[in-house]
């Protein structure tokens, strides 16, 4: 397991933008990384650096890495209001969860954003 927190959350206006981070007391290079809203899979870093998107964030968000490998972002634009919730950091070495999307031996205690008018 790795130690994660997430910064960057915070409201905004319809069509604003946000960059969510989240810091790991630890290398991220080797694991698989995601981002979760409400507990329910909107990006994925894979250890293979493949990317995956929910539909209904695909196109607007962007998951990655720094250069040191120990700070994820989701990079956040056309924000709409069903984008409003928690958003929560997950990593793990497993590629099967990677694959599956769930079940992430590592958490951060996530940060809320929120979408209005």
């Known amino acids: 397991q790795v130690r994660l927190r997430e910064s960057g959350g915070g409201s905004v206006q319809i069509g604003g933008s946000l960059r969510l981070s989240c810091a790991a007391a630890?290398?991220?290079?080797?694991?698989?990384t995601a981002w979760f809203r409400e507990g329910v899979a909107v990006a994925r870093l894979g250890q293979d650096g493949?990317?995956w998107y929910a539909d209904s964030v695909k196109g607007r968000f962007t998951i990655s890495k720094d250069s040191t490998k120990t700070i994820l972002y989701l990079e956040m634009n056309e924000l709409q209001p069903e984008d409003t919730g928690m958003y929560s950091c997950?990593?793990?070495?497993?590629?099967?969860?990677?694959?599956?999307?769930?079940?992430?031996?590592?958490w951060g205690q996530g940060t809320q954003v929120t979408v209005s008018s």
């Open positions: 997950a990593a793990d070495s497993s590629a099967w969860k990677c694959l599956i999307r769930t079940n992430f031996n590592s």
């Open positions: 493949r990317t």
């Open positions: 630890g290398d991220l290079g080797s694991r698989c």
